[in-house]
């Protein structure tokens, strides 16, 4: 059932990236999965809730970043060959382990905490955070 609700995650992130492409502003893509992702987990927030306090939120977390990673990776390869280069010392590995785990750690957080803020005001929190960054190491 893990394995069935993880693939359908995938799914429904990947067209919604593709959604949010379109209005997307500069490198902001490699990032566009988190809106959707913040509105995926406070739809299911009593089961995240619930697992957070489990053994086997290792696991379903390990399932989720790989998820997550797979499409930061993508877009920054993508966002990496627009630009021919990058002018940054940051390793690209690196950028995308350093992004996928900010997310986390703010999604974490989020849920946790049972943080009042809306998925849009959390995602708006977590741009906040990385978007210097995203902009410094891409623009």
Same mark, same amino acid.
Not at 54 to 60: H, L
């Given at each position: 059932m893990l394995i069935s609700g993880i693939h359908h995650l995938r799914v429904t992130l990947e067209a919604a990236l593709e959604q949010?492409?379109?209005? /997307?502003?500069c490198h902001e893509n490699v990032i566009a999965f988190s809106r959707p992702m913040f509105e995926h987990a406070y739809g299911y927030r009593e089961i995240y809730f619930a697992l957070l306090n489990?053994? /086997?939120?290792?696991?379903?977390r390990q399932q989720l970043q790989e998820v997550v990673e797979e499409l930061i990776r993508r877009e920054c390869k993508a966002e990496v060959a627009k630009l021919k280069t990058a002018n940054s010392d940051v390793p690209l590995d690196l950028f995308i382990h350093y992004l996928n785990a900010a997310f986390f750690a703010v999604l974490i957080w989020w849920m946790?905490?049972?943080s009042?803020?809306?998925p849009a005001q959390i995602d708006d929190v977590f741009r906040s955070?990385?978007?210097p960054t995203v902009h410094a190491v891409l623009g």
């Open positions: 949010q492409k379109k209005s /997307a502003k489990t053994g /086997a939120w290792p696991m379903v946790d905490r049972r009042r803020l809306s955070l990385v978007l």
